[in-house]
């Protein structure tokens, strides 16, 4: 490779900076970046049959791998395939490289069929955009790029590429920029907080982001021990390690009725990387903060600071005891009988296998998924962190492809799920191991629960017809077939279990289709 | 209903403005809106699987319908997974009124999950934006909505609905507004195209948007009898009316090589309700305009002038025979032997029925199904208006909402279909008459195309994998029967023409899996 072109710079770059997984859903525009894979030998590069699944892949890639994942997307339709999932990503703090094929920058000014304002399309989801217009760019355009991606803390960085950007020679490789490291908390901060804990008034520390590690969450036990806080955590972690022998964290309800009886009570409410819980979503006549009157609320780590150490310290300046209280390993017995959304956690809680990464989009299906699962061997749970569904497929599938030799659960609500079912496809063709688990109840569930809980009484049949998936019924078992993956059905909890044990012996991906 | 909350008025007044159909993909922001549809009888509620389905339904149902469709996306997210086709609508001039959730004005403070900036990503595709805060807003804000959208010429109009001004009541219906006529051509235009046709230098009228009407080709027809000129229109008109008794018109090719050939010689270009011609990507070394050199571009009508009125003055002016030039009725036989796309295209040009509508994404497949089906029947041709592929399905759904006793044939390329696979259940749901065809290559074929052609050569093994659709091969038979769509495949022309004739006759949605 004498004189290079930009897209050859461009990805010869990311891989120095650590970037050498791409998810590619590629158009006319970004054909040179798809040539120049063969250039370099180190990026690889992963299909995906729609962007949303891209994104939302390179989104659970950077959770388990703790680097980014690059997106290869086709103009401005492209990224907008893609949004929902970088909204994702924005919300969980996940870096993620996006890169988006543009026309040449001469074809602009004729408004083909194609162009449109890319920039402002992802300003929606992105902390970093920029264009490299020229060949010489694409280098520093993507160290720049990598850098802002991964923070601290983690965000989308947009790279747009005008196709001659690409094509043209005089590309440059550009090296890796400094890692930022994360700040140090102030002492007095930690002074602070450690008198707050100290006055024996109700308080709890309420973990995020990076406070969800195993490192945060022994000293987050340990402060427990010492001031005896509860430990609270997000609804929706991006990671949460958990499992026997792991420190055990209760995530806030969804529901805000449920969440505000986590709350109650409570005098002070410590931050550690996570935002001041809110309701999901606004009721009418309900309060949008969570927070229980006369709580005060104090910041211990923000999301650019290093919340591991600071815990650690905190609970040395605690006098806590060396030791966390540790979740002990509990497994529920295999149930049997009727194939329920509990039944279909508790199979879970049995047979999950050590060192496994749980993407839950299951969401009323999967309420009591966490419960049984709580003392199975060490695991990861990955949420859906910006509450856009159709991210559970691609996190899944993503986390297979940084993790090899890691089982992938993937618990899936059936209306979520058809999102991006487009997933199954790339997890066949990479022979990804994910099983999985749709659970099928033929309905969005979640919004004949927020029907009511908006205020709208009595709804209609037409109203209900908008919330039901059935008529016809969705067969999951062909659709996954069709793109390529192995699938069975489940109608009885035993069923169920004996379907699971194959799928997570078997190597390669399998769906179970669950009718609860 | 004494008194309306702000929901109801929205509906009321859309139907009162002549939307009665909304594509429906809600949220917990928009069961107001949900709950209300059973209060205003008028209104369809259709559910989607996806959002990209309820925009690209809701741009086929206003192609066909002559009016818009609504849709119901939730915030940000849904908006953001609905905007590749609400591009191809806005490149197509197609009206289409979104409605987008968002959350009640008062939450939006706290940064909840779903939070986002929705006016910017609404901004890429939308004429029009407007958010309603109150319910006393939500009528005037729906009926300025739908004006907006019909302009001339049509567009994608976005109101932004946060969940307050839905549920409060104090909503008021409003009147639809007055309806814009089409501007009328000044006579000077027509003097000057006229003056210009009359040099017996080689001319062509280029067609576009709302010339490709019956009424304004058959204008366009006696002017090219009577000023010897040429009758081209754009690459991928959003509705061609086309079949035998109708003016045959040129659709200008995809590929720049062939267009230039269209092209070459020319040296007067009259645009009419057109743009002038552009490459659709750029290629290293090649023009990006394809007008030829010493060519002079007019516009006769532009897109909110009235374009059939203004074409039958100017074949007036230039003392035209009544009569146009008609296509003559022609079916080719029905091909036996090997399936291949001209096969295929040779079967629907032998049994497409009278009245039918295609909606054409069949991309490289294609390329010769527009010419043996010039002497089938009457039919309206439906394309790719923006380029971004993923509309096909949708755009037959709406089209055959619109159309009850219309029966709609879906040529789809595989690559194509999978961006939103979820209209089969759509279709299913609904018992719509379209056939849709997929025709499986296994490839994104035409990128197999465009990389030699932008000029990168001697593609490797890791390039051309990102172009190819086996390891595994879809399965669309599986897929659309586990959408409820019954699907059969199709390995030769006999195969595929005894399937499409039982298809066409049959009511309902089928699917063809035609191996090619």
């Not at 969450?217 to 430990?231: T, W, Y």
């Not at 209900?464 to 969705?474: A, G, I, K, Q």
């Amino acid at each position: 490779m004498m004189a290079m072109n930009g897209a050859q710079a461009l990805v010869r770059t990311l891989v120095g900076c650590g970037v050498d997984v791409c998810f590619t859903n590629p158009g006319t525009s970004e054909m040179h970046f798809v040539a120049a894979l063969d250039d370099v030998r180190e990026m690889r590069g992963v299909l995906a049959l729609f962007e949303g699944v891209a994104t939302g892949a390179a989104d659970g890639y950077a959770r388990m791998a703790g680097r980014p994942a690059a997106t290869l997307l086709h103009l401005g339709p492209g990224l907008g395939n893609g949004l929902a999932n970088l909204h994702n990503a924005r919300k969980g703090r996940v870096p993620v490289v996006n890169i988006v094929g543009d026309h040449a920058t001469h074809h602009a000014k004729f408004d083909a069929h194609l162009q449109s304002d890319i920039e402002t399309v992802a300003r929606n989801v992105s902390g970093f955009i920029r264009t490299a217009q020229r060949p010489e760019q694409t280098g520093t355009a993507a160290a720049a790029a990598v850098a802002a991606a991964l923070g601290p803390p983690g965000q989308v960085a947009t790279l747009i590429l005008p196709a001659d950007a690409c094509w043209l020679p005089g590309g440059v490789v550009a090296p890796a920029l400094p890692l930022r490291p994360r700040a140090t908390v102030a002492s007095e901060t930690i002074d602070e907080v450690a008198r707050a804990l100290r006055s024996s008034e109700p308080a709890a520390l309420f973990l995020g982001g990076s406070a969800l590690r195993e490192r945060a969450l022994v000293a987050a036990s340990r402060v427990a021990r010492a001031a005896g806080v509860k430990l609270l955590c997000e609804t929706f972690p991006a990671r949460l390690e958990r499992g026997a022998g792991l420190p055990p964290v209760s995530r806030l309800a969804y529901l805000a009725e449920f969440a505000t009886q986590q709350l109650a009570g409570l005098r002070h409410l410590i931050l550690v990387d996570a935002k001041a819980p809110v309701s999901f979503f606004a009721y009418p006549g309900k309060p949008s903060d969570l927070v229980p009157e006369g709580c005060a609320v104090r910041t211990l780590a923000a999301a650019e600071d290093d919340a591991a150490s600071a815990l650690e310290a905190l609970a040395d300046h605690l006098g806590a005891p060396r030791e966390a209280s540790l979740q002990p390993a509990a497994r529920p017995p295999l149930p049997t009988g009727d194939l329920t959304a509990d039944a279909v956690a508790k199979v879970i809680g049995a047979l999950l296998p050590e060192g496994a990464i749980v993407s839950d989009e299951a969401n009323t299906s999967g309420l009591s998924a966490p419960l049984h699962t709580a003392g199975a061997p060490r695991h990861d749970w990955l949420c859906l962190a910006g509450g856009a569904i159709g991210q559970g497929l691609p996190v899944a599938t993503g986390a297979a492809l940084a993790c090899p030799g890691r089982k992938v659960v993937s618990l899936e609500a059936d209306g979520s799920a058809l999102y991006t079912i487009q997933s199954l496809w790339t997890q066949a063709r990479e022979g990804l191991d994910v099983v999985t688990v749709i659970y099928n109840n033929r309905s969005y569930a979640i919004l004949n629960l927020e029907l009511s809980r908006v205020g709208a009484e009595s709804p209609g049949p037409k109203a209900l017809s908008m919330l039901d998936l059935s008529r016809p019924d969705l067969d999951f078992v062909a659709i996954a077939r069709g793109f390529g993956v192995p699938a069975t059905r489940a109608a009885t909890a035993d069923d169920f279990a004996k379907q699971l044990a194959r799928a997570l012996s078997e190597p390669g991906p399998a769906l179970i289709e669950a009718m609860v």
